[in-house]
């Protein structure tokens, strides 16, 4: 499996894709850990019951980089040279240990690359729905792709 080329991305393609994910406590728990986060918010049980939520969220860059990764089989898996930023991120409701996330991207615009022939730079809207389909979390990222090969 690869991912696209810049040739292959159309401006208003959706993504619908079908990979989903349940988060766990141990998602969270873990992540939090990793990345040296200590918020309570996350991984207090007794400090979240006092919060207006009544339980621990998860941590919304667990939350972003999921959302990033869900679209990748589909989307720039091998073909991208890397990510050169991402905008608008907005996390309008709470995720929350046991729901179930998915994911659509849109491809917003496109264009050839000024300084590589060889690239192009592809602006990707991801939006990430809970199981109740509120929407949970969504960015614009520019990705720097790969072009087919010459010859391919």
């Known amino acids: 499996m690869r991912g696209l080329y810049y040739e ?7 993504f619908e894709h079908a990979l989903r994910r349940t988060v766990t ?17 996350h991984i207090d049980h007794e400090f979240a019951r006092s919060t ?30 890397g990510n050169l930023g991402m905008t608008e991120v907005k996390f309008p409701n709470p995720v929350f240990h046991g729901d179930t996330l998915r994911v ?15 690239a192009g730079l592809v602006v990707f809207h991801h939006r990430m729905f809970n199981q109740r389909n509120q929407l949970v979390a969504e ?3 520019q ?10």
């Not at 292959?8 to 959706?14: L, P, R």
């Not at 659509?104 to 022939?117: A, C, G, L, Q």
């Open 139 to 141: 960015c614009q990222r």
């Open 25 to 41: 406590e141990m998602d969270n728990t873990l992540f939090s850990a990793l990345t040296h986060n200590p918020q309570p918010l």
């Open 52 to 81: 207006e939520w009544k339980q621990p969220l998860v941590n919304s860059l667990f939350t972003l980089g999921l959302m990033v990764g869900i679209s990748v089989n589909d989307t720039t898996i091998g073909t991208t040279i």
């Open 143 to 152: 990705a720097f792709m790969r072009k087919q090969p010459k010859g391919a």
């Open 8 to 14: 292959e991305f159309e401006v208003g393609h959706i």
């Open 104 to 118: 659509s991207t849109e491809v917003v615009s496109k264009r050839e690359s000024k300084s590589r022939p060889d």
